[in-house]
């Protein structure tokens, strides 16, 4: 019972994050789950209630979605996970963690001192127009490491802060991607066979507390000013960055 307690408190938490924001539910989410149930029911489990925070998202900030930026990350992210599953074999996680780690803290900082001198008015001045260069590859990258490491998040979303401002369209892109390929990772773990009688027992338990967070975020979420959004975004990368590099760090110090 205490398990699943601790379940439902880790989905409240990781809901709230991921609706605020857009992103960070496995960040928040999985080092508990892994402590309380382990990876190899955490993973599956995060998947599949991972896409109902994601519909939510999507469903809330329906109408500020950019369908020709989403496509510009969906269809190349297709041609990347066959790559990234090759790639899979390499055994190299540590050091692309540790790379994506250092971009995310890197960019994140690098924002938050280049805040004052963009337009704070929650505008962005860069979707006018596709960035078909840009959004093409961090589309494919994302497949490439979605397939390979199961981190297909950084690309997308440092591609979406710097083409989209205003939290809206921000996590409209962001979720229209991740419910896509949520599917993909969703048949990975049916086809591995890890949709297990434990992975739908402790779902009872996450789905209530997913709910909950997702109720508090979207009522938090009215109160939060496009100024204030961005600066919650920049602090989630950080965040995002420092979490990748942490068991990295942890290694070294022990």
Request: aromatic share 14%; proline share 4%.
């Amino acid at each position: 019972m205490l398990t699943g307690f601790i379940v439902f408190l880790a989905f409240l938490i990781a809901s709230f994050v991921h609706t605020t924001t857009g992103f960070g539910s496995a960040l928040v989410g999985m080092p508990v789950l892994v402590f309380a149930i382990g990876l190899q029911i955490s993973a599956p489990l995060l998947a599949l209630l991972g896409q109902i925070v994601n519909l939510g998202v999507l469903w809330q900030n329906w109408k500020d979605l950019d369908w020709k930026h989403a496509l510009l990350l969906i269809i190349p992210s297709f041609f990347g996970v066959p790559i990234g599953l090759l790639l899979l074999k390499g055994g190299n996680e540590t050091l692309l963690n540790s790379l994506l780690g250092i971009i995310l803290v890197g960019y994140g900082i690098y924002s938050f001192f280049n805040a004052n001198n963009q337009n704070g008015k929650g505008q962005n001045t860069l979707s006018n127009r596709p960035h078909y260069f840009w959004g093409t590859i961090a589309g494919f990258c994302a497949g490439i490491l979605g397939g390979a490491y199961n981190a297909n998040g950084p690309p997308v979303i440092i591609y979406a802060s710097i083409t989209h401002r205003d939290k809206g369209s921000f996590r409209s892109i962001l979720q229209a991607f991740f419910f896509i390929n949520g599917f993909v990772i969703i048949a990975g773990h049916a086809f591995a066979g890890l949709i297990t009688k434990d992975v739908l027992y402790y779902f009872i338990f996450g789905l209530p507390g997913l709910g909950l967070g997702m109720l508090i975020g979207f009522y938090i979420d009215k109160f939060i000013t496009p100024e204030r959004f961005r600066n919650i975004v920049i602090a989630g990368i950080i965040l995002l960055g420092i979490g990748l590099l942490l068991p990295i760090l942890w290694t070294f110090a022990l």
